[in-house]
């Protein structure tokens, strides 16, 4: 296989879309975690019962998370996200997606847990980074995963 030279294109997005959570549902999860934990407790299930308090708590504080900037890159190396780099012969495939004037870019990598990941892309870029990444991946007809688009839809 011959070696590609490939331009280095740089561009940080944030981990996640964040949608600000209003009063009510944080106090929502909280009086459900509540009332759950204690019909936990009332059925003698006490380790439910912490695991309810330890899941709202949890819910809670990453609902209120402002997300980080993540570092993206294409070099000649692989793929670099954030501090994980894919190697070329690690990555499977990718697609890119126009969403309501946004650009995703879906990459599938060697992995069992997580196989694909949902990257932003900078609309400036976009052309740039589909040209580059035909070069040395394989463009395949890749969705995101339904759990990811269900749980954006319930606003997280």
């Known amino acids: 296989m011959e070696e590609v030279i490939i331009n280095k294109i740089e561009w940080y ?21 509540i009332v759950s934990c204690v019909i936990a407790f009332w059925l003698k299930n006490y380790l439910f019962a912490v695991f ?11 609902s209120i998370r402002h997300p980080e900037d993540v570092y993206f890159s294409i070099e000649d190396e692989g793929f670099t996200l954030g501090k994980d780099r894919y190697s070329w012969t690690k990555i499977k495939g990718y697609n890119i997606k126009k969403e309501n004037d946004e650009s995703i870019l879906l990459l599938e990598v060697d992995k069992r847990l997580l196989p694909v990941y949902t990257i932003p892309l900078p609309k400036e870029k976009t052309d740039q980074i589909k040209e580059t990444l035909s070069k040395v991946a394989q463009s395949k007809d890749i969705e995101e995963s339904k759990s990811m688009k269900f749980m954006e839809q319930l606003g997280f």
Do not use: N, R
């Open 52 to 62: 309810i308090l330890i899941s709202g708590a949890s819910l809670i504080l990453f």
């Open 13 to 33: 997005a944030p981990e996640y879309k964040h949608k600000e959570k209003s009063i009510d549902f944080i106090w929502t999860i909280g009086l459900v975690t």
